[in-house]
């Protein structure tokens, strides 16, 4: 089917769900919207970010995308299950996926779960893991200093290590052995964490699993694009086309992104 992939985040976070994609599926087309002007949706009430995700996938919908890709854990757990029933294509969340990775990886049935304040109090992972897994430990920790670092384009260095390590100290009176970066825009702040967290805890991302469900979906329903050309991402923002274009083009390793503005 030669109609794109939509994902949409709160900001640049959710390209390592759409990096993910493109290398498994290079042939799909992909359309990626990232609301960096109302970055972060963390801290916001769940009402505004559902309002917000609707925004934003009415409008993926009038580019007609075949499926959506919600790439945000905060937009997942409070306004995937309403678009999912609503939206006339599939639509896809990360923190099911995410929290099947860390079922799978934890041998001592101690997980920890970094996100937003938004998907900590939801309990959407503790839920989900649960259900996967109820002999699991689940701890979650909020770390809203996270999404502005990368949103700024500062998450390399030493400043972002040390933000990264006060925002982690409560972990060290912890027990566990793998961690779930709870928010897509984390893994770009993955190398820090895991020197903080040390060589015995797995850090995992829910990006991996993510671009597998979009994959399995494709196969099983014989959607895929036909066309075997590779296909350049498009990508919309309701904030600075500059940054977006530079951490884009860093993250994704792209000579030149097509970034557009979009405004809701």
């Not at 989900?128 to 996270?146: D, G, M, R």
């Amino acid at each position: 089917m030669d109609r794109p992939i939509g994902v949409l985040d709160s900001g640049v976070g959710g390209l390592t769900v759409a990096k993910e994609i493109m290398r498994l599926l290079p042939n799909e087309q992909i359309i990626y919207v990232g609301d960096t002007a109302r970055c972060p949706y963390g801290p916001r009430s769940p009402q505004e970010v559902r309002k917000f995700t609707w925004q934003i996938s009415l409008a993926l919908q009038k580019m007609n995308v075949k499926m959506l890709v919600i790439a945000c854990n905060t937009a997942t757990a409070v306004a995937l299950n309403s678009l999912a029933r609503k939206m006339p294509f599939p639509v896809l969340g990360v923190i099911f996926p995410g929290a099947r990775a860390a079922s799978k990886a934890t041998k001592s049935h101690k997980v920890v779960v970094l996100g937003t304040q938004g998907t900590v109090k939801s309990g959407a992972y503790e839920y989900a893991i649960s259900a996967l897994s109820s002999s699991c430990h689940v701890e979650a920790l909020a770390c809203p200093t996270f999404v502005p670092l990368v949103e700024s384009n500062e998450y390399d260095g030493d400043f972002a290590y040390k933000m990264v390590q006060e925002a982690l100290a409560p972990l060290k009176i912890k027990s566990f052995d793998t961690v779930i970066l709870g928010c897509t825009h984390y893994p770009l702040l993955q190398p820090h964490i895991e020197k903080v967290v040390g060589p015995g805890v797995t850090v995992l991302s829910s990006a991996e699993e993510t671009a597998n469900d979009v994959k399995d979906y494709l196969d099983f329903h014989k959607q895929h694009n036909p066309d075997q050309l590779i296909k350049q991402p498009i990508f919309y923002t309701t904030g600075s086309i500059p940054m977006f274009k530079d951490i884009a083009e860093r993250w994704l390793e792209l000579e030149d992104a097509d970034v557009r503005r979009i405004q809701f």
